[in-house]
């Protein structure tokens, strides 16, 4: 029988591949909704190609002509039209591949409906982690990452009482090798090339400042429950090793194969079976040939230390992080503010924040939100 899914950031670098992973192994899969948010010629092209029975987009025009075009389909919009996707009957497994908060009540509202779901979008377990993963064991579901990093670590972790350290690992990202004056100076295009993988904008600028890696570490600590302290970071500029776990009696399981998102993203979709897919390259350790190591250079990428801190600070530190972060990079992709105030201003919002503790969804929400204008009215007061 095919596994029907539904996939919400379809348009979007891992919804891309995900549905090429999908038109590779046909037979397993049936797309029943779509979800995307602008980009209303490549959503259209894929109702074409996949017929799905929903779709939703950002907004309401946008689905009006959608719908004109498409009548027998259900066409929907905005943060609705994502969570009724997410709660669908018809549905086995939700992708979760939007960008940012547009993750998270779409990912809650697929778990109290008791459906499995394949997590990119790591800002919701940053935001919600102990809720979310609390909720998925009450409703008896299973979060599968898509990270790659956290899929390796999904298939490395076989017994998590004998594991001791997950050991995440990082391509160091554009700037590995550069100043901190290069760094701090870097224009946007320096920015967005990066060395390894092709991803959504957002998540490339986290990508060079390494803020990345601090919210992985975040969405670690959740998805494993693990503490901070048995969380390494690794960077491994080759980038092969997509992260390890150490075990009690000094083994090591690691997973090692081509840098390619398809693999995470079909293991996720097809999991717990493994399957022939679209990668059909064996990984060649020889043409690989040296596999590097090195301890992150905290001091040329502050983001990274500041991300850990919020996360082993909880309440809703991380939720201030994510937010300041978001609204900062947001900024710097419109060439409001320089690189090097990503950093800065993401710090400055954290270090007068008052968190909530033990907060429910609506709080966390509530909190986000508040950061995020507060942090806009500073950047607003930086571009002056
Ligand atoms: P992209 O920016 O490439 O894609 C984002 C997707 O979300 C697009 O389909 C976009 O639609 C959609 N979207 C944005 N806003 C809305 C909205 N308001 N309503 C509905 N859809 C919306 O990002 P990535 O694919 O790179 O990343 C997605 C998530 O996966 C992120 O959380 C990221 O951290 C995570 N991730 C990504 C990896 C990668 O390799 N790319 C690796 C690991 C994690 P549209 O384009 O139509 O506007
Ligand atoms: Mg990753």
Redesign the pocket.
């Known amino acids: 029988m095919k596994k029907k899914i539904a996939i919400?950031?379809?348009?979007?670098?891992?919804?891309?591949?995900a549905l090429e992973v999908t038109d590779v192994l046909k037979d397993s899969f049936e797309i029943i909704a779509l979800?995307?948010?602008?980009?209303?010629e490549?959503?259209s092209y894929q109702i074409e190609k996949y017929k799905p029975l929903y779709v939703?987009?950002?907004n309401e025009k946008d689905a009006e002509i959608l719908q004109k075009k498409f009548p027998n389909i259900s066409v929907l919009c905005?943060?609705e039209?994502?969570i009724t996707i997410a709660a669908l009957k018809e549905t086995d497994l939700l992708l979760?591949?939007?960008?940012?908060k547009?993750?998270l009540k779409p990912t809650i509202t697929a778990v109290k409906n008791k459906k499995n779901v394949a997590l990119?979008?790591?800002?919701?377990l940053v935001m919600a982690g102990e809720l979310v993963m609390k909720l998925a064991k009450e409703n008896n579901v299973n979060i599968i990452p898509?990270?790659?990093?956290h899929s390796a670590i999904f298939q490395c972790l076989n017994n998590r009482n004998n594991a001791k350290y997950l050991i995440i690992t990082s391509s160091g990202g554009p700037f590995l090798n550069a100043s901190k004056s290069e760094i701090e100076n870097a224009n946007l295009s320096k920015v967005l090339s990066h060395p390894r993988?092709?991803?959504?904008?957002?998540?490339?600028v986290?990508s060079a400042t390494l803020m990345?890696k601090g919210?992985?570490v975040i969405e670690a600590h959740h998805l494993f429950n693990f503490p901070y302290s048995n969380i390494k970071v690794v960077v491994h500029p080759q980038s092969y090793m997509h992260s390890a776990v150490e075990y009690k009696d000094g083994s090591i399981i690691a997973q090692i194969g081509i840098p390619s998102?398809h693999i995470?993203i079909q293991y996720a979709l097809t999991w717990p079976e493994r399957t022939e897919g679209i990668e059909t390259n064996s990984f060649d350790f020889i043409k690989a040939g040296k596999l590097e190591f090195y301890e992150p250079d905290y001091e040329k990428f502050p983001s990274l230390r500041l991300a850990i801190e919020a996360g082993m600070r909880g309440a809703t530190f991380p939720v201030c992080l994510n937010a300041a972060n978001e609204e900062a990079v947001l900024a710097f992709l419109d060439n409001k503010i320089k690189f090097k105030n990503i950093y800065g201003i993401t710090k400055s919002v954290l270090d007068e924040y008052q968190p909530v503790f033990n907060p429910t969804i609506d709080d966390i929400l509530e909190e986000d939100k508040k950061v995020r204008e507060l942090t806009k009215s500073i950047i607003k007061a930086e571009m002056k």
């Open positions: 919400i950031g379809s348009t979007g670098s891992i919804g891309t591949q979800a995307a948010g602008e980009n209303i490549l959503i939703s987009v950002k905005g943060e039209g994502l979760v591949a939007v960008s940012g547009n993750g990119a979008n790591k800002e919701t898509v990270d790659s990093e993988w092709n991803m959504g904008k957002k998540i490339t986290d990345n919210l992985e998102m995470p």
